[in-house]
């Protein structure tokens, strides 16, 4: 299940970082290492880099895996990221169900929907890299 996004121009009142970025990595590019100098975030050794995105703690969890709060590091900009680990992704339904939420995710352009920047497609997991939504 191969999902890529690129996600289209957004209105300038929401952020300026540019969304359209290559959307598929190797297994390579998810890593524990330092973020490099490129980070404008102090890394104590045990975060998670997943592509561009540095994770943090975690704010929530379902039956597919867990949403993190992520940095990502060029911009410093916060995003939420969903994992959705593909070993909990068993049945048929589950699939049409996860497949269905990116499509639907991806089209949907509206300042009350949480925008969807891009997915990332790994052997062991999907990412979800959403605009963050505090409060």
Same mark, same amino acid.
Do not use: W
């Given at each position: 299940?191969?999902?890529?996004?690129? #996600?289209?121009?957004?209105?300038? #009142?929401?952020?300026?970082?540019?969304?359209?970025? #290559?959307?598929?990595?190797?297994?390579?590019?998810?890593?524990?290492?330092?973020?490099?100098?490129?980070?404008?975030?102090?890394?104590?050794?045990k975060?998670?880099?997943?592509?561009?995105?540095?994770?943090?703690?975690?704010?929530?969890?379902?039956?597919?895996?867990?949403?993190? *709060?992520?940095?990502?590091?060029p911009?410093?900009?916060?995003?939420?990221?969903?994992?959705?680990?593909?070993?909990?992704?068993?049945?048929?339904?589950?699939?049409?169900?996860v497949?269905?939420?990116?499509?639907? *995710?991806?089209?949907?352009?509206?300042?009350?929907?949480?925008? *969807?920047?891009?997915?990332?497609?790994?052997?062991?997991?999907?990412?979800?890299?959403?605009?963050?939504?505090?409060?």
């Amino acid at each position: 299940m191969s999902t890529a996004v690129s #996600s289209r121009p957004r209105s300038s #009142s929401v952020n300026s970082r540019p969304t359209s970025r #290559s959307t598929n990595y190797r297994a390579s590019q998810v890593s524990k290492q330092p973020a490099g100098r490129n980070a404008n975030i102090p890394n104590d050794g045990k975060r998670q880099i997943v592509g561009q995105y540095m994770l943090g703690k975690t704010i929530g969890e379902g039956t597919f895996g867990k949403v993190k *709060l992520a940095v990502h590091m060029p911009s410093g900009e916060k995003v939420a990221i969903k994992i959705l680990e593909k070993s909990r992704i068993k049945e048929s339904a589950d699939v049409r169900r996860v497949n269905r939420e990116i499509k639907i *995710l991806k089209k949907a352009r509206h300042s009350n929907i949480i925008q *969807l920047y891009e997915v990332l497609d790994t052997p062991n997991a999907i990412y979800l890299i959403m605009e963050c939504a505090e409060g």
